[in-house]
DNA sequence: CAATGAATTAATGTATACACTTTGATGATT
DNA sequence: AATCATCAAAGTGTATACATTAATTCATTG
């Protein structure tokens, strides 16, 4: 009953950025893995009719973030411990062939200032004397923009695809570092910087190897985390994410 | 009008059979690369509204297969030749990891027998007297019953899916293997052995290596048919399909 | 005549009604 | 009491109308 043009549409469309939102969502835990979402439920709560909403999960399922099953709807997937595995396998492939092309093809004066800058956040992060929360999350970040520029490099919308896929597994994220204590940061952060003379250099073997071997270092911590944490908390519980329980709007600032 | 209830419906919904009948057509070449999609004219052609294909579309945009820009619905990507060899390369990686993992976990009694029938069927369509196209027909489903066997031996749902999206580039799916002479595909069949004895053995380092070699012995015979074809052909007119031919002109003017 | 811009047309995005399927509950029958 | 049939409730799938955005046409103007 409200009028038909209700909402002030920006340039991008609903879908989209329902996708996006629900996206990140998903990557940072916010579901429990196997539930199951209601199509109405979730419309009314994001206060959005069901149209845009069902694009925007057909679009996630397509990606694999969401599993569908015909008259049933969507779910989250369940990850096993070898399906976190199996994906940081994938991923050190994907990111080493990525970094390979980076050095193959070369980097533009902007990506390589980028990488840099990237290079020198992480040091930042492991000099700076703030509290651990802090550290890791702007670690985190800088770790992320280290490999962004690297992928961006690459040129390839397939790979890039293949490592977003390889994201799905929220665990084998590029952002998760939850794994990490302040040695593990330091000897990523060296990794790194072997990682960017290799590409700098233009030595496409090294740096694939290079690559690949932080990626499964990555996972080496990753699991070394899961079998403590397994230990001492057998009830793993679902990231309790801000406002974000499923019944919950996603985020209360969003329009 | 007919009645709501006009076509009877079997245990999946229209736009599952949409999307699957789509991706065929889709790798198969049936549409144009970079042409528009429009909705309402392939609503009428398939006789089904405008909803389930949308939810069509939606999933394949998800897997990579179509692009969608907002306002301006769905196109069909054009791939490079870079992207080509990219898919080839990254296919390769893929598929070595699976068949590691195969070799790791072990195959079934079934698989290990329905892989030894692919090669079986392999031979036989090389030692069989048919003509050309029959014989590419019967090597290609052996190539791809054992490549897929071996992707189900690997159970991992994130490597199944990466090769899917190796395959969205339709030029490095498993089955085409239009880059083939004969001497092309007995070497192939000469390389699935090497594989298949890797994976009963249970040596994952050599399964992983030859199958790489394999992947990429084959990105070669495709890059060198396709110089060929460059030469001879400049105008690669994709595959005619049955009743699909519904192509909004692609604009002239769009560079 | 070229260029610009309003009006027309077509195509996509969204809302909603309805049909179909699943699921859980209730009650009858054994 | 246990089992099964039937039905009600809820949820998903599809059709269609309408809104909005892009593309095209055509007239006006410099």
Do not use: E, K, L, P
């Given at each position: 009953m409200t009028t038909k043009v209700s909402a002030p549409r920006g340039i991008s469309t609903q879908s989209r950025l329902l996708a996006e939102q629900l996206r990140q969502s998903l990557l940072d835990g916010a579901f429990a893995a196997g539930s199951r979402l209601n199509e109405v439920h979730l419309a009314r709560t994001l206060s959005v009719s069901r149209t845009p909403l069902r694009a925007a999960l057909q679009t996630l399922a397509g990606e694999g973030l969401l599993h569908h099953v015909p008259n049933r709807g969507f779910t989250v997937p369940e990850q096993s411990l070898s399906a976190i595995i199996d994906a940081f396998e994938m991923r050190a492939l994907a990111e080493g062939l990525s970094a390979r092309l980076a050095a193959e093809r070369g980097m533009s004066e902007d990506l390589r200032r980028r990488l840099e800058a990237a290079l020198l956040a992480g040091d930042e992060a492991l000099s700076s004397e703030t509290d651990d929360g802090e550290r890791r999350t702007r670690y985190a970040e800088a770790n992320e923009a280290f490999h962004g520029a690297i992928h961006e490099a690459a040129q390839s919308p397939l790979i890039r695809d293949v490592l977003r896929m390889c994201q799905r597994v929220p665990q084998a994220?590029?952002?998760?570092?939850?794994?990490?204590?302040i040695a593990d940061m330091r000897q990523r952060n060296a990794a790194h910087r072997r990682i960017y003379e290799a590409i700098i250099c233009r030595e496409p073997r090294e740096a694939e190897q290079q690559m690949r071997q932080h990626v499964l270092a990555v996972k080496v911590s990753m699991a070394r985390w899961y079998a403590q944490r397994m230990n001492s908390q057998p009830a793993p519980e679902p990231n309790p994410h801000p406002a974000l329980d499923h019944r919950t709007p996603v985020d209360p600032a969003a329009t």
């Open positions: 994220s590029a952002h998760n570092i939850v794994a990490f204590d």
